[in-house]
Each structure stands twice: as structure tokens, then as C-alpha cells.
């Protein structure tokens, strides 16, 4: 690709996102965050050289964008090929509905549909307490700080639960924060933020988890109750049966009344199976679940891969700013 | 062959070394390095200029450390984002001892090939 060799590290960070068009955007943060720590630390090591002095000879030592854009994809497609394990897929429609029980990525789902309700929670308190102080706190002195603060507190947990999903669904996540390296001023800085639509998506999403969590919860947990129920009902009854337990006196199953065990007698077997159905479609939803709120989440949490236009539009302002 | 093939062919060599010479690198390190430490030293061992293009070794760090092979902290920086540190583990180790007996193997095997009609 034909270009002109970047000038400065906005330039190159630029240029190594358009190579890098199309890939995971969880994987293009993470690849903006080595160059920038790479370019940074080198224009630092060398104070006598201007910045365009230094990027100069990068091509040729850290790598030109379309070249470390490359490494980037061709690291990621071996490391998700060496890290997968391989499943065996089961052709028979029978065996693929059962076989989401050797599959770990449905339990996983169906502990961070459990685990949602209790993050659910703190996100929802951290976003609705946060925006609250800092709008009332906004007319005082503290009221920047505090919103300074909050800003940071949301990237770290916005960061920490990328990495709880990817751990959970298997989705790539970034694994890197987001890093404003522009030289801004104070208040630039801050405008930056309340511009950022992400802020923004961001705490939609804090306050979101609230009823989303609650949601899952109450699928996990009914789901799971009333599908092993169904199934322990079968085991109950043999159990009761054979005389190894009863209710404080009340007669479970009583072979004393034949009718019970006449209108029942098919019946606690058909209701295990019912479990057994429900549990594994439970399976079924919890995976795919997993896999859209992963979906959303990552619509939420992290940033477009379209670069800002602004930015763009005005690289020398961005130079000056240094 | 052209500059641009002898690249090509350095870059389809270099595709496991990578892995093996960073394991070797933080192998022998006392401290934790960091990625722009990591190419400086590198780049120094071969008079400035690394085989690798630096950029290339940070996504190979980022995956031996998700195979457990290195841990790493992140460290705040003056001059850009947080710097992440690395250190080899035990299981790193391990796998060191391994890669470096196939590469000593693979050498010799290429080796007989190359060195013999220099010999002859």
C-alpha cells in the first residue's frame, strides 16, 4: 500500500487503524495501545530528535502499519486456533442438542447469567451514583475531580468486565484500556470526554445490567428449579418407594392408593424427561445468551473502529497540541 | 532475490523464533521487562538493528502470556500509557527447555545441508 510514511505518532496510530479496518475492534485497541506505548517510549529515549525525526526511522525498527497490522492478525488467528479446544461436532440432530452439556462455554453462560444480578447491582449503583454527585457537585469545586474520577473508576470496571465476559462466552474482549495519549489541555480533556459517545454508551450500559441482570437471574434460577426438580421427582419417587424417606408422616407416594399410582405411574417418568428437555434447552439458552450479551456488550464498551472524524480533519492541531 | 523476497523469507523464519527468543530473553532477565525494553535488548544484541520488527513481538507476548507461559503487572509510565511487565513462569520455563531442544535439532538438521559444501 502506497502512502505517505507517518510524521507522527497520531499519523501512525492513524494509519495502523485504517490497516487494521475490519478486524476485531477489541484487537485494534489493544494494537493502538502496544504502538502507542512502543512510540512514545522511543520518542522519549531520543529528546535531542524532533517526533517526525523518530518516526522516520520507525518502519524500519518498530515496523511499518501495514506490516504490524499483519503480525496482529496472523498472532490472533494462531493464538484463537491454538486456544480453542477442538469439539467434537455431532452430526446427528440428537447428539447436537445433547451435546451442549460437554460444551463449557453453556455452564460458563449460565454462571454469568447467575453472577449478572450481583454485577448488575454495583454497576448500576457506581453509574447512578456517580452521574447523581457529579451533576450535584458539578456547581462546587470537587464537582470535576469527582467526575474525573468517576470517568476513570467506569473505564477500569468497563475494562474488568470485558475481560469477566471473555472469560465467560469466549468473545474477544479488549485487554487493554482505552489510552488518551493526545497531550490535551485539562479542559480539553475533559470536553473530549463528555463528547466520546462511548462515555456515554458506557454508563447506558452500567444502569442497563440492573433489569438485564435480574433477568437472567430469574431465567438461571427458575430454569435450573424447576428443571431438577422435574428430575429429582423420578429418583424422589423410588426413593419414597422403597421406604427410604417420607414427609414428617405424609405419604409421598403410597402404594396404599392404587389410583395415584395408576393416574401417576407413567407420569413421573414423562415429568423427568420434561426435565431433562428443559434443563438442556436451558443449556441451549444460556450459551446463546451469553453469546448476544457479548454482542452487547461490546457495541457498549468498546470504541468504534471508525476513526474520530475530527481528529482526521485537523492532524496539524493534534501536532501542535504536543 | 530482491529485498522485498528476502524479507518474505525472513518473515516465514522468524514465525515460531519469535516466541523462542522471548521465552529466552525473560528467561535470563533478573527483573521484568517490558515490550519496548524487550526489542531495545533485542535490537542491541544485533548491532541496533533486530531481525524481528519490534511491533511484531507484542502480540506474540500478549499470547504466550494468555498460554500462561509469562505473567506480567502494569506499571504506570511518564512518557505514554501503562507499561506492561513481563516475567516468565515456571510452566515458561518448562516450555523453553522444550522449544530450545527443537531448535537445537532443527539447526543441526538444516545445518548439514548448508555447511556441507563448505566443508567440501
Not at chain 1, 522516520?56 to 497490522?69: F, H, K, M, Q, R
Not at chain 2, 533486530?50 to 500462561?68: C, D, H, M, Q, W
Not at chain 2, 501503562?82 to 532443527?106: D, H, N, S
Request: proline share 5%; hydrophobic share 45%; aromatic share 10%.
Amino acid at each position: 500500500m502506497n502512502r505517505s510514511a507517518p510524521r507522527s505518532i497520531d499519523q501512525y496510530l492513524r494509519q495502523l487503524r485504517e490497516e487494521l479496518a475490519g478486524a476485531d475492534s477489541a484487537l485494534i485497541q489493544d494494537a493502538l495501545y502496544d504502538a502507542e506505548e512502543y512510540l512514545r517510549a522511543e520518542v522519549a529515549a531520543h529528546p535531542d530528535k524532533s517526533e517526525s525525526d523518530v518516526l522516520e526511522l520507525i518502519a524500519s525498527t518498530y515496523g511499518a502499519p501495514d506490516e504490524v497490522a499483519s503480525a496482529y492478525r496472523d498472532t490472533e488467528v494462531k493464538v484463537k486456533a491454538a486456544m480453542a479446544t477442538p469439539r467434537k461436532e455431532s452430526k446427528s440432530p440428537l447428539g447436537r442438542f445433547f451435546g451442549v452439556f460437554l460444551d463449557p462455554r453453556a455452564y460458563t453462560s449460565l454462571f454469568f447469567m447467575l453472577l449478572a444480578l450481583a454485577t448488575g447491582i454495583i454497576y448500576f449503583v457506581l453509574a447512578v451514583t456517580g452521574l447523581s454527585l457529579s451533576a450535584g457537585l458539578s456547581v462546587l469545586i470537587i464537582g470535576v475531580p469527582f467526575f474525573l474520577m468517576f470517568m476513570a473508576v467506569c473505564r477500569v470496571v468497563s475494562l474488568a468486565e470485558g475481560r469477566l465476559i471473555e472469560a465467560m462466552t469466549g468473545v474477544r474482549m479488549p485487554r487493554r484500556p482505552v489510552y488518551q495519549g493526545k497531550a490535551l489541555g485539562f479542559w480539553a480533556r475533559i470536553g473530549e470526554m463528555l463528547k466520546d459517545p462511548r462515555t456515554w454508551t458506557t454508563i447506558a450500559y452500567f444502569i442497563l445490567m440492573l433489569p438485564i441482570g435480574i433477568l437472567y437471574f430469574v431465567i438461571a434460577v427458575t430454569g435450573l428449579s424447576v428443571s431438577l426438580s422435574l428430575i429429582a421427582l423420578p429418583i424422589a419417587g423410588v426413593l419414597a418407594q422403597a421406604g427410604w424417606f417420607g414427609m414428617g408422616g405424609v405419604e409421598v407416594f403410597s402404594t396404599a392408593q392404587p389410583e395415584w399410582a395408576f393416574h401417576t405411574g407413567f407420569g413421573i417418568p414423562l415429568l423427568g424427561l420434561a426435565g431433562v428437555l428443559l434443563l438442556t434447552a436451558l443449556m441451549h439458552l444460556a450459551r446463546g445468551i451469553g453469546r448476544l450479551h457479548a454482542m452487547f456488550a461490546k457495541s457498549m464498551l468498546v470504541a468504534r473502529t471508525a476513526s474520530n472524524p475530527a481528529e482526521a480533519a485537523e492532524p496539524k492541531a493534534a501536532l501542535a497540541a504536543h | 532475490m530482491d529485498d522485498s523476497d528476502e524479507r518474505k523469507f525472513q518473515k516465514e523464519l522468524n514465525g515460531g523464533l519469535v516466541g523462542l527468543v522471548l521465552l529466552a530473553v525473560l528467561a535470563e532477565s533478573d527483573e521484568d521487562l517490558y515490550g519496548y525494553e524487550i526489542a531495545k535488548r533485542l535490537a542491541s544484541a544485533n548491532d541496533g538493528t533486530s531481525i524481528f520488527k519490534e511491533g511484531t513481538i507484542y502480540p506474540v507476548l500478549r499470547a504466550l502470556s494468555a498460554g500462561n507461559l509469562l505473567t506480567s503487572r502494569i506499571v504506570p509510565s511518564y512518557s505514554g500509557p501503562p507499561r506492561r511487565y513481563y516475567r516468565i513462569t515456571e510452566q515458561g520455563r518448562g516450555v523453553l527447555a522444550e522449544w530450545k531442544l527443537i531448535w537445537q535439532g532443527t539447526r543441526n538438521f538444516v545445518d548439514r545441508f548448508t555447511e556441507q559444501k563448505i566443508q567440501e
